[in-house]
Structure formats: structure tokens, C-alpha cells
T-cell receptor, first 114, second 115 residues
């Protein structure tokens, strides 16, 4: 079963605009990660936010986490055509002290038009 | 080290045939994962190894699926008597024993098409 649900399923913007994607999850977590996947390729880790953090930045990426609402958002600022990809949130459930398994959402397909 | 390698990248087979995928993780990573991804969906967990021990198998992994990781290095995922519903991207990922969060490094995937 998939823990996270990304919203929107698809997003199309112009180069230079900001893109915001949201993720909701169901169970308590240790941390939440965002991954990117170019078409037909594997996933690449972008950023991680721990359950005791509320916001984190990395370059043009900004992630927020609201554990009370069980939701996270990923903001990509000043988007570029090369940012076109699918973006997935992934959580490791706080289950029995084990954090080995990541559960992924269905993803948001971002298209950045030049 | 060139990251996680998967082979073959693409496999087309007829229904009923057996297929095997290989994954070579990052050498110092002791954790290895197999995920399956269908079009428009996120990766779904199949199984997990810590060194050579297979510690969890998803209920998605029917009896036709078997995974091994001999000597805790490379891993193979075999699908016997393939069905059209097995068509998907099979992703391998590895991670080191975490001191904190578990960040996965994925391979490029092996795409299976069952005719």
C-alpha cells in the first residue's frame, strides 16, 4: 500500500515560475524524503526533513513538514525546463523502531515549459 | 564506484517465460531493496536484504517471485511463469547502515514487458 499521496497529480508551469507540490501521509513518521524521477529512469534523492523539523532548504528547494496535519510540501523556486520530472514523497513509518523501509506516494508530474 | 547498476535495462518476454534481473549495489552499502513501479504510480516495496539476509517480503511478491543476495553483494530477482500483469519497472536501491535517516540510492531500473 502507498503511504503518501501527492497533490496535484500533474502540474504545468512556465520557466521561472515557482512549483509547489504537496504530500499527505497516514501514519507517524521518523522523517520524510522527496525524490525526483526523470522519465524512464531511477529515483534520485533530493531532500530529507526529520519529524522534529518544520522547514528545510537546499538550493532552490524548500520543504515544509506539518506533523499535526501529516502533510509536507516541496517548493521549487525559479523553475527550469530541466526540472521537468516526477516528484515523489517517501516516508519511513515509525514502526517497531525500524526505519529501513520507505513507502512512496504516487507522485506529481511536473512539466516546466521553456 | 558508479552507483547502483541494474541489468538488463529492458526485457521483453512472452507470457510463461522466466526472467531474471540483476542488481549491483554500491559496494559499501549493506542494505538492498527491490521495488516495482507501474506507469503513473510510485514505487511499491517488494523485498529488503540486510547483507545476505532477506528480512522482509511484501505480499506483492507472489510465489512466482524469488530474490537472492548471495554473499551480501549483488542481488537477483527472478520471476517465473511471467504474466502480463508483471509488466513494470523493477527498481533496485541500496543504502548504507544508517546512523540516522535511511536514504536510498536507486539504479536506473529494469523495464519488463510481458507479451
Amino acid at each position: 500500500s502507498q503511504q503518501g499521496e501527492e497533490d496535484p497529480q500533474a502540474l504545468s508551469i512556465q520557466e521561472g515560475e515557482n512549483a509547489t507540490m504537496n504530500c499527505s501521509y497516514k501514519t507517524s513518521i521518523n522523517n520524510l524524503q522527496w525524490y525526483r524521477q526523470n522519465s524512464g529512469r531511477g529515483l534520485v534523492h533530493l531532500i530529507l526533513i526529520r519529524s522534529n523539523e518544520r522547514e528545510k532548504h537546499s538550493g532552490r528547494l524548500r520543504v515544509t513538514l506539518d506533523t499535526s496535519k501529516k502533510s509536507s510540501s516541496l517548493l521549487i523556486t525559479a523553475s527550469r525546463a530541466a526540472d521537468t520530472a516526477s516528484y515523489f514523497c517517501a516516508t519511513d513509518a515509525r514502526s517497531g523502531g525500524s526505519n529501513y523501509k520507505l513507502t512512496f506516494g504516487k507522485g506529481t508530474l511536473l512539466t516546466v515549459n521553456p | 564506484d558508479t552507483g547502483v547498476s541494474q541489468d538488463p535495462r529492458h526485457k521483453i518476454t512472452k507470457r510463461g517465460q522466466n526472467v531474471t534481473f540483476r542488481c549491483d549495489p554500491i559496494s559499501e552499502h549493506n542494505r538492498l531493496y527491490w521495488y516495482r513501479q507501474t506507469l503513473g504510480q510510485g514505487p511499491e516495496f517488494l523485498t529488503y536484504f540486510q547483507n545476505e539476509a532477506q528480512l522482509e517480503k511484501s505480499r506483492l511478491l507472489s510465489d512466482r517471485f524469488s530474490a537472492e543476495r548471495p554473499k551480501g553483494s549483488f542481488s537477483t530477482l527472478e520471476i517465473q511463469r511471467t504474466e502480463q500483469g508483471d509488466s513494470a519497472m523493477y527498481l533496485c536501491a541500496s543504502s548504507p547502515r544508517p546512523t540516522g535517516a535511511n536514504v536510498l540510492t536507486f539504479g536506473a531500473g529494469s523495464r519488463l514487458t510481458v507479451l
